[in-house]
């Protein structure tokens, strides 16, 4: 086995693709190698030297050290210079590189191959004697740090006292002959500290160094961060000799880290920074403040020290074409280090560049339109979960921000506006023209009104998928929760936090994308969804199969949906148009009615309502799929809970105390997730179901006779387990839609059909799509129910789950594909094969996850559904699925 990789003087054994076997690093400087640009001579020892190493105890096959010695020789060959040499000495760097860039990995080693014979030489040679005993000065202290392991804080004292004692102030004041009893003063340090003399052969400080590399593989640090970022133990790590180069030879040489695009914005521009007169890390090391790479960023920034464009005109023309040329090359925006000795320019790293979402869709974009990738290429570049951060108004970065104290991040976007405590007062203020943010200990579906209402929530308790944070990231709020050193006095109408105190109309802000909160009002910037933003989902559009829709129940998020570009609702939940102060008076007249006549008399009364709630969607949704679920929780929800409210809902209901509190006894229930709601509501109180199913179609004909476009209700039946309760369910809709269609004398397309979340329907797909036109899968409730998981409580071990792998990830946020994907894979083909053409779609919080959509797409689903502001990431992913 070839365990040695050279690369250099025009040639490389090495390509980009095998960064398996090189390292990233290793494998690009092959790559910039093999295309001819100016890269330093070196060798790559692979990965599986790595691996080998430790299967044999720490020791390296003899092999390998006659590769090293070919390795050596080819840098000797191609530098002209030779390892050891006393009088003109080749130094080389021992750089560390895996194939993802790691922290924990060892640090480099420049400058290798000094000695107290060799530094001689170098001075002679380079006729700069105190670069010469600066190099080895820092070669010493490097080498005992990184490979020695030796306390670097002595090393340090020993610099700073040299420099105190002759009253010098920088690094730079130090002359030849001082940092020759500096490099006296080191070797004791090691010795003191090592138990043995600084290493003096060159070969000794070579497998030492290359060890080290080895070594760190297994270090505390690598192995915490492969834990943390799921790599492998046994991908290894490749070590890299490199042939030194010097920015550090006067005024004509530098060093600088690059970007061939901006980072942040994407901008087609070169942007970096660099120094004259430095050596490796010194740019990012912040030494010196770095210089500008163009005149064009310093003007900008109005700097005075010479741009790399006016200091070394010739050598940035030179850097320009490379970066052009590795663009094209590798088709992708490049982060770069560079070195130039005496005027010229040395190539020492490229890879693709991090960037951010917005730099990532622009970059995407223009090099489309460049020519450079097409635009499959483009789509699948964009991860559409960064998308999330460009969908929401976000923080003025230039803001001033007094932060009070910091949450999780449960609901993306950055909102500011008047602390309220309780979800009516957060109604009325909103309805008065304010901006409201919603401050609860918790939230449940009471408050919900009041979210609406609010910019942003803020909780003291609950997790990423409390109920604040579904619901506020369903409704495209922000929301912060868990923020637990609040506490919030609900009835004094305050929150203290930090000593302070945030009283009701104080103005506070939060960030639901860090989980800051902060006292006063930061300025936001507004997302921009044209521009490079709309020309991506446009082509993202053209790949994809899958349809999406958006989870939507009231007029405003409809268009938000359409605006994003949402294809039909998936989901328009009713239960949220019960809790609207207007009728809850209705609906719990309603509940608590004795009797099949006193029910529908309350009922008579919601059905205006619940006509102008749909009408108002169809409007919005015209031409478009609206598929309705009707009522679906428990109908206890709707009674209050605390004494307090009691006399007063009983006095608006016009019944007793005592009889309200009775009936909300009776409607108690151990487990209400599984109790009665869903259909079991339907077949119970049918009535309640013909109501809102008439309410749907004499919107639907409303809305065909004053727009002329009818829109396409869809009625779902939510929580079926068996196909004789969609029967019964579906003759109520049937009924309901017959009697409409006569007495309007006009007929409206629609379906009826269910959502399958519970296990027992999957199983018995086959015969409930006899009945059912639609399955639209409820991963929220199926998830629940198969895994025997309640949603709401599972913040307390479900961590640990993950933690421990048993689940990959939170299968309330995404699907677990292995169990419950397969009950979705097992109900579509059953429900396919009893009726072909029936529709199938997911309306769970998976339909909004990318990893999910792709599951959609593989089982072939026709659509997703996913909550209005994620109908874009929805686009992309479905797009990338489509692939
Ligand atoms: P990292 O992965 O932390 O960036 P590198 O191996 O890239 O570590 O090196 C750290 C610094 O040392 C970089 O600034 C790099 O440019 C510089 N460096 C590495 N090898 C050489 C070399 N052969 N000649 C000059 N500088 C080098
Ligand atoms: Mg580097
Ligand atoms: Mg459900």
Same mark, same amino acid.
């Given at each position: 086995?070839?365990?040695?990789?050279?690369?250099?003087?025009?040639?490389?054994?090495?390509?980009?693709?095998?960064?398996?076997?090189?390292?990233?690093?290793?494998?690009?400087?092959?790559?910039?190698?093999?295309?001819?640009?100016?890269?330093?001579?070196?060798?790559?020892?692979?990965?599986?030297?790595?691996?080998?190493?430790?299967?044999?105890?720490?020791?390296?096959?003899?092999?390998?050290?006659?590769?090293?010695?070919?390795?050596?020789?080819?840098?000797?060959?191609?530098?002209?210079?030779?390892?050891?040499?006393?009088?003109?000495?080749?130094?080389?760097?021992?750089?560390?590189?895996?194939?993802?860039?790691?922290?924990?990995?060892?640090?480099?080693?420049?400058?290798?191959?000094?000695?107290?014979?060799?530094?001689?030489?170098?001075?002679?040679?380079?006729?700069?004697?105190?670069?010469?005993?600066?190099?080895?000065?820092?070669?010493i202290q490097m080498y005992a740090d990184v490979v020695l392991e030796l306390d670097h804080g002595a090393f340090e004292e020993a610099l700073e006292i040299a420099k105190e004692d002759r009253g010098y102030t920088l690094d730079t004041e130090l002359s030849a002959d001082d940092l020759r009893a500096l490099v006296d003063e080191y070797k004791g340090l090691v010795e003191q500290q090592w138990g043995k003399p600084f290493p003096q052969d060159e070969h000794d400080q070579l497998w030492g160094a290359v060890g080290a590399v080895f070594g760190s593989w297994q270090s505390d640090r690598a192995k915490v961060y492969r834990?943390?970022?799921?790599?492998?133990?046994?991908?290894?790590?490749?070590?890299?000799?490199?042939?030194?180069?010097?920015?550090?030879?006067?005024?004509?040489?530098?060093?600088?880290?690059?970007?061939?695009?901006?980072?942040?914005?994407?901008?087609?521009?070169?942007?970096?920074?660099?120094?004259?007169?430095?050596?490796?890390?010194?740019?990012?090391?912040?030494?010196?403040?770095?210089?500008?790479?163009?005149?064009?960023?310093?003007?900008?920034?109005?700097?005075?020290?010479?741009?790399?464009?006016?200091?070394?005109?010739?050598?940035?023309?030179e850097l320009a074409g490379v970066f052009d040329r590795l663009e094209t090359h590798y088709r992708d925006m490049q982060d770069i280090e560079f070195t130039v000795q005496q005027g010229k320019l040395w190539m020492l790293q490229t890879r693709s560049g991090k960037r951010t979402a917005k730099a990532a869709l622009k970059i995407a974009v223009d090099m489309a339109n460049e020519g450079l990738i097409t635009r499959e290429e483009a789509v699948a570049r964009v991860d559409p979960q960064a998308l999330d951060q460009l969908l929401h108004p976000t923080l003025d970065p230039e803001a001033k921000r007094d932060v009070l104290?910091?949450?999780?991040?449960?609901?993306?976007?950055?909102?500011?506006?008047? =602390?309220?405590?309780? *979800? %009516?007062?957060?109604?009325?203020?909103?309805?008065?023209?304010?901006? /409201?943010? #919603?401050? $609860? &200990? +918790?939230?449940?579906?009471?408050?919900?009104?009041?979210?609406?209402?609010?910019?942003?929530?803020?909780?003291?308790?609950?997790?990423?998928?409390?109920?604040?944070?579904?619901?506020?990231?369903?409704?495209?709020?922000?929301?912060?929760?868990?923020?637990?050193?609040?506490?919030?006095?609900?009835?004094?109408?305050?929150?203290?936090?930090?000593?302070?105190?945030?009283?009701?109309?104080?103005?506070?802000?939060?960030?639901?994308?860090?989980?800051?909160?902060?006292?006063?009002?930061?300025?936001?910037?507004?997302?921009?969804?044209?521009?490079?933003?709309?020309?991506?989902?446009?082509?993202?559009?053209?790949?994809?199969?899958?349809?999406?829709?958006?989870? =939507?129940?009231?007029? *405003? %998020?409809?268009?938000?949906?359409?605006?994003?570009?949402?294809?039909? /609702?998936? #989901?328009? $939940? &009713? +239960?949220?148009?019960?809790?609207?102060?207007?009728?809850?008076?209705?609906?719990?007249?309603?509940?608590?009615?004795?009797?099949?006549?006193?029910?529908?008399?309350?009922?008579?009364?919601?059905?205006?309502?619940?006509?102008?709630?749909?009408?108002?969607?169809?409007?919005?949704?015209?031409?478009?799929?609206?598929?309705?679920?009707?009522?679906?929780?428990?109908?206890?929800?709707?009674?209050?809970?605390?004494?307090?409210?009691?006399?007063?809902?009983?006095?608006?209901?016009?019944?007793?105390?005592?009889?309200?509190?009775?009936?909300?006894?009776?409607?108690?229930?151990?487990?209400?997730?599984?109790?009665?709601?869903?259909?079991?509501?339907?077949?119970?109180?049918?009535?309640?179901?013909?109501?809102?199913?008439?309410?749907?179609?004499?919107?639907?004909?409303?809305?065909?006779?004053?727009?002329?476009?009818?829109?396409?209700?869809?009625?779902?039946?939510?929580?079926?387990?068996?196909?004789?309760?969609?029967?019964?369910?579906?003759a109520v809709v049937d009924q309901a839609a017959k009697g409409v269609f006569s007495e309007r004398g006009r007929e409206i397309d629609y379906l009826v059909g269910t959502m399958i979340e519970l296990p027992r329907a999957a199983l018995k797909a086959g015969e409930i799509a006899e009945t059912g036109e639609f399955f639209s899968f409820g991963t929220n409730d199926l998830t629940q129910t198969t895994l025997g998981v309640s949603r709401d409580d599972a913040a307390r071990f479900l961590g640990a789950y993950v933690e421990k792998g048993i689940y990959a990830k939170d299968p309330f946020v995404s699907l677990d594909v292995?169990?419950?994907?397969?009950?979705?894979?097992?109900?579509?083909?059953?429900?396919?094969?009893?009726?072909?053409?029936?529709?199938?779609?997911?309306?769970?919080?998976?339909?909004?996850?990318?990893?999910?959509?792709?599951?959609?797409?593989?089982?072939?689903?026709?659509?997703?559904?996913?909550?209005?502001?994620?109908?874009?990431?929805?686009?992309?992913?479905?797009?990338?699925?489509?692939?």
């Open positions: 086995v070839q365990y040695v990789y050279r690369f250099g003087g025009g040639t490389a054994e090495g390509k980009v693709d095998q960064k398996n076997l090189l390292g990233g690093k290793g494998a690009n400087l092959a790559e910039m190698a093999s295309i001819g640009l100016p890269v330093p001579p070196g060798f790559t020892i692979s990965t599986e030297m790595c691996t080998r190493y430790y299967e044999e105890g720490e020791r390296f096959p003899d092999s390998l050290r006659e590769e090293v010695a070919a390795g050596i020789a080819h840098i000797e060959q191609v530098t002209g210079k030779k390892f050891g040499d006393a009088a003109d000495p080749l130094l080389v760097s021992v750089r560390s590189g895996a194939r993802v860039s790691m922290p924990g990995m060892m640090d480099t080693v420049l400058n290798l191959g000094l000695n107290d014979r060799t530094v001689e030489g170098l001075a002679a040679a380079s006729g700069d004697a105190r670069f010469a005993w600066d190099s080895y000065r820092r070669f834990r943390l970022n799921d790599i492998p133990a046994d991908w290894g790590t490749a070590v890299n000799v490199q042939a030194m180069v010097f920015g550090n030879m006067g005024d004509t040489s530098a060093t600088g880290v690059a970007f061939t695009r901006d980072p942040s914005k994407g901008d087609r521009a070169y942007y970096g920074e660099f120094l004259i007169n430095a050596q490796g890390e010194d740019v990012v090391a912040g030494i010196r403040t770095p210089q500008y790479l163009t005149r064009a960023a310093r003007e900008e920034a109005g700097a005075k020290p010479a741009s790399m464009e006016e200091a070394l005109p010739e050598v940035f023309t104290t910091k949450g999780l991040p449960a609901s993306p976007g950055a909102a500011s506006g008047e =602390a309220v405590f309780d *979800a %009516d007062t957060a109604e009325r203020h909103a309805a008065e023209g304010k901006s /409201v943010i #919603l401050i $609860r &200990t +918790e939230t449940s579906p009471e408050d919900i009104h009041g979210m609406h209402a609010a910019k942003g929530i803020l909780t003291a308790r609950g997790g990423m998928t409390s109920h604040a944070a579904v619901v506020a990231r369903g409704m495209g709020r922000p929301c912060v929760s868990g923020a637990g050193s609040i506490s919030i006095d609900a009835k004094a109408k305050v929150m203290r936090v930090a000593g302070r105190e945030v009283k009701e109309g104080d103005t506070v802000t939060i960030d639901g994308s860090t989980g800051e909160v902060m006292a006063g009002a930061v300025a936001t910037i507004q997302p921009e969804l044209a521009g490079d933003f709309g020309t991506l989902m446009e082509w993202a559009d053209e790949v994809r199969r899958l349809k999406v829709r958006a989870n =939507a129940e009231t007029p *405003a %998020d409809c268009q938000v949906a359409r605006d994003f570009g949402a294809e039909g /609702v998936g #989901l328009c $939940r &009713t +239960e949220h148009m019960f809790f609207e102060a207007t009728r809850i008076t209705a609906v719990r007249q309603m509940i608590l009615a004795e009797d099949e006549t006193g029910r529908r008399a309350a009922l008579d009364r919601l059905l205006p309502e619940q006509r102008s709630d749909f009408a108002a969607i169809f409007e919005v949704m015209a031409g478009l799929p609206v598929t309705v679920r009707l009522l679906d929780p428990p109908l206890h929800e709707f009674l209050p809970h605390e004494e307090a409210e009691f006399a007063e809902v009983a006095s608006a209901a016009g019944i007793a105390v005592d009889q309200l509190k009775r009936r909300a006894a009776e409607l108690h229930e151990f487990n209400p997730m599984l109790g009665h709601r869903g259909c079991r509501l339907g077949v119970t109180y049918p009535e309640i179901y013909e109501m809102q199913a008439r309410a749907i179609f004499e919107a639907a004909v409303d809305v065909a006779e004053k727009s002329g476009e009818a829109p396409i209700p869809e009625v779902m039946i939510p929580l079926v387990a068996t196909k004789r309760e969609l029967d019964l369910m579906k292995d169990g419950v994907g397969e009950l979705v894979r097992l109900a579509a083909e059953r429900g396919r094969a009893t009726r072909g053409d029936i529709k199938l779609g997911i309306c769970g919080e998976h339909g909004g996850d990318p990893a999910s959509i792709a599951f959609c797409e593989e089982v072939g689903l026709d659509y997703v559904s996913a909550s209005p502001y994620r109908v874009p990431i929805a686009r992309l992913a479905a797009a990338q699925a489509a692939l």
